[in-house]
């Protein structure tokens, strides 16, 4: 995998600094910048063109879910990763419909937020567990009827092998290592069955396992 070039977005300099010590222990990521608020991380996306921005939401001059709007308008190719201590609703669901590509919470562990880069930097979706489960229940009535039995045995053994694996949020190396098989390989696999079930991201694919039945999320 390429290095990819991460931007930091967060109000407080000790968590900026912490993120720049983490990301630098990665040989696959590099830190080229940061911001302290919304305003100065869409000049420095304009300036450094990041391949991913690490983003807070609540800011001062101009919040995260705004900067998200205007970067993604700027720089569609940009990915934003949500790293912020709030897990409720409205702020999930907002910035999501602003375009972030993942949503992680600052508790959450180091080695988390790493897997979280290098999947939104992939062009996939990536939640936290602590907000998956109220993503699920607002999409799950939303889910068409009828034609999920038939789309689900179009797909081959090993593809219902890759799809249960990633809906129970492991990540493409994990489902990599527990088939056996390489992570090119995973991917052509969950290329195919998303294509097969006409399913575009991680959390559609969640929603969609669960319905069928293929996991279980405890409510």
Avoid: W
């Avoid at 990819?4 to 407080?12: K, S, T």
């Avoid at 493409?172 to 995973?186: G, H, R």
């Avoid at 069955?193 to 409510?219: C, D, F, P, Q, W």
């Amino acid at each position: 995998m390429p290095v990819i070039r991460v931007l930091l977005v967060d109000d407080h300099d000790i968590l900026r600094e912490g993120l720049r010590s983490l990301l630098g222990l990665q040989d696959s990521i590099h830190v080229v910048g940061e911001a302290a608020d919304g305003r100065e991380a869409i000049e420095r996306v304009r300036e450094l063109q990041p391949d991913v921005v690490i983003m807070d939401i609540a800011m001062p001059v101009m919040d995260g879910l705004e900067a998200t709007r205007r970067i993604k308008k700027d720089s569609p190719d940009t990915k934003v990763l949500v790293l912020t201590q709030h897990s409720n609703k409205p702020y999930v669901f907002r910035i999501l419909k602003a375009g972030a590509s993942g949503y992680i919470l600052k508790k959450t562990a180091s080695a988390r937020l790493v897997s979280a880069i290098k999947e939104v930097y992939s062009g996939n979706s990536f939640l936290d567990p602590a907000v998956t489960e109220m993503v699920i229940e607002q999409c799950l009535d939303s889910l068409p009827e009828g034609a999920e039995d038939a789309r689900y045995e179009a797909l081959s053994d090993r593809e219902k092998d890759v799809l249960k694996l990633i809906a129970e949020g492991h990540t493409n190396q994990e489902v990599a290592n527990a088939l056996c098989i390489s992570i090119n390989t995973v991917l052509t696999h969950r290329t195919s069955l998303m294509r097969k079930l006409s399913i575009h991201n991680r959390t559609e694919l969640i929603k969609y396992a669960i319905h069928m039945g293929l996991i279980e999320v405890e409510m």
